[in-house]
């Protein structure tokens, strides 16, 4: 496991298990917890009431940013790419207190891309 946040009443941390014989296989289990309250820290917590919008915004222009080799990694959105968050998506609290969201191998892009993340800091 890795921590990737902690404070006296908050923890985010993410557990991995990884298998290899003939192929590799990594599963990545995200938990982020309000130790104060007993209970789950969501992003709707961290980002507000907005936090569908917000989320979709600094993804999808982080996926715009992209170089163009990386850009075609992407599926389109009516091929299984990105085209919102929700409830399930999985995300970790960064040091610095920023939520950043994770999507898994093939979930919105070619395998070759690994595990996407994008930090979900208010865009200026």
Same mark, same amino acid.
């Given at each position: 496991? *890795? +921590?990737?946040?902690?404070?006296?009443?908050?923890?985010?941390?993410?557990?991995?298990?990884?298998?290899?014989?003939?192929?590799?296989? *990594?599963?990545?289990?995200?938990?982020?917890?309000?130790?104060?309250?007993?209970?789950?820290?969501?992003?709707?917590?961290?980002?507000?009431?907005?936090?569908?919008?917000?989320?979709?915004?600094?993804?999808?222009?982080?996926?715009?940013?992209?170089?163009?080799?990386?850009?075609?990694?992407?599926?389109?959105?009516?091929?299984?790419?990105?085209?919102? +968050?929700?409830?399930?998506?999985?995300?970790?609290?960064?040091?610095?207190? +920023?939520? +950043?969201?994770?999507?898994?191998?093939?979930?919105?892009?070619?395998?070759?891309?690994?595990?996407?993340?994008?930090?979900?800091?208010?865009?200026?």
């Amino acid at each position: 496991y *890795e +921590v990737k946040f902690q404070t006296d009443t908050q923890v985010s941390f993410v557990v991995c298990l990884t298998e290899g014989w003939v192929t590799a296989r *990594e599963e990545r289990y995200y938990y982020n917890l309000d130790l104060a309250n007993e209970q789950t820290i969501t992003l709707q917590a961290l980002l507000g009431e907005d936090w569908i919008a917000l989320s979709n915004r600094a993804i999808q222009t982080q996926i715009d940013e992209q170089t163009p080799e990386m850009r075609t990694l992407f599926f389109a959105p009516g091929d299984g790419g990105f085209t919102t +968050v929700d409830e399930t998506t999985a995300f970790y609290i960064r040091g610095d207190g +920023v939520p +950043v969201a994770v999507f898994p191998p093939y979930s919105i892009a070619a395998g070759a891309a690994g595990f996407l993340e994008f930090p979900l800091a208010p865009l200026s």
